[in-house]
């Protein structure tokens, strides 16, 4: 048998099937073309709307407190006890520490008693000054002696005031040694434990008001103008990310910083409820003026976590868009980008309907 009779019997099989690979071709065509095309549906659709919306500017800050203090004692004494401990809340007025009164007490005791001698003193002293005004009208006695006698009176009265001075400085020693908190306010540290000697500089507690807080915000120079007095501030913080809470512009800056190009303005926030605590980073929005964009119903936004996203009626059929919201107004909201004015787009779109499908 020759080489070229066993290369024909090898190409007979591949030859037989030719015809039955040609037609299973021509099959699989025939049913693609006989596949019926997905009828359109149908959808309730809305035209984008441009209207004048409120402008925000997004601004970063931190919370702090509205006065703070490192309290000192005031006096000199052994601390006999405190009554605050850290985070504790104290109304103005109330005591954080007691040193040791039992020196200061037999000072005062010692003071009102070397007063009540000084008054009379006085006493007797401004009695004999009136007896020899009435002899030296009489020409009684001489003006030399009268001199003598009218010169322990204003002593007199000079040492009743001393010692009414002293009197008063020992009490006031008295009163210092309970130490007082000046404000109401939380203890951020206790510096002093009982046992302790403190003198009239050493620190005892560190004192923070945090009802009203500040709000310190910075704006570029280019929005100063929109900074005014009374103005509200709406801000969020990362510890509550679900709430939102408002300031009211207090303390604008005197002039614009040269290295930064900003304006440093206050807010104080309320803070009743004692959740926010200095120190904290927020986010503020602030209103500059109105702009004018597309404003859709928030109903016509499908949200997929935290994307927004839209479906426009594009030559009869739906594009696929992901928006950027702007401001809310009730049940509309403002879009920044992903559709404009005057599209058609679809006002209530449901979990069936996706990119591409072709619409009535």
């Known amino acids: 048998m020759t080489r070229y009779t066993l290369a024909l019997l090898a190409l007979a099989p591949l030859t037989a099937l030719a015809p039955l690979i040609t037609g299973c071709s021509h099959d699989t065509e025939a049913a693609a073309t006989a596949a ?4 359109p549906i149908h959808v309730d659709t809305i035209t984008v709307e441009e209207r004048a919306v409120p402008k925000t500017a997004l601004l970063a800050g931190s919370l702090k407190a ?5 309290l000192a004692a005031n006096a000199n004494g052994r601390v006999m006890r405190t009554m605050v401990e850290r985070g504790s809340f104290v109304p103005s007025g109330a005591a ?12 005062a005791t010692e003071a009102k008693a070397n007063l009540e001698t000084a008054r009379a003193q006085k006493t007797l002293a401004e009695s004999d000054c009136a007896r020899f005004q009435r002899l030296k009208d009489k020409d009684a006695i001489s003006q030399q002696e009268y001199d003598r006698v009218t010169s322990g009176c204003k002593t007199s009265a000079e040492q009743a005031t001393a010692a009414e001075s002293r009197a008063q400085q020992a009490l006031q020693n008295v009163g210092d040694a309970t130490v ?5 306010g939380l203890i951020a540290e206790r510096y002093v434990s009982a046992g302790e000697y403190v003198r009239a500089d050493t620190k005892v507690v560190h004192l923070v008001d945090i009802d009203p807080l500040r709000l310190e915000l910075t704006i570029p120079e280019a929005d100063i103008g929109s900074v005014k007095m009374g103005q509200k501030v709406d801000f969020q913080v990362a510890a509550f990310p679900e709430r939102r809470f408002q300031g009211t512009v207090r303390y604008i800056g005197p002039s614009v910083r040269s290295a930064t190009r900003d304006l ?5 926030v309320p803070n009743r409820e004692k959740l926010l605590r200095p120190g904290l980073f927020a986010t503020a929005r602030l209103d500059v003026g109105t702009q004018k964009l597309p404003v859709v119903p928030a109903a016509s936004l499908r949200k997929d976590g935290d994307t927004l996203r839209a479906f426009v009626i594009v030559e009869k059929h739906l594009e696929e868009r992901v928006v950027q919201p702007g401001p809310i107004e009730g049940e509309r909201v403002a879009i920044i980008s992903g559709v404009s004015a005057g599209e058609r787009i679809v006002a ?7 990119d591409g499908m072709d619409v009535e």
């Open 36 to 39: 019926p095309k997905p009828r």
């Open 66 to 70: 509205n006065q703070e203090s490192d």
């Open 96 to 107: 954080i520490a007691q040193l040791d009164t039992r020196i200061s007490t037999l000072v």
């Open 180 to 184: 007082r908190a000046p404000f109401a």
């Open 264 to 268: 440093v303005f206050e807010a104080l």
């Open 348 to 354: 209530r779109p449901t979990e069936q309907i996706a």
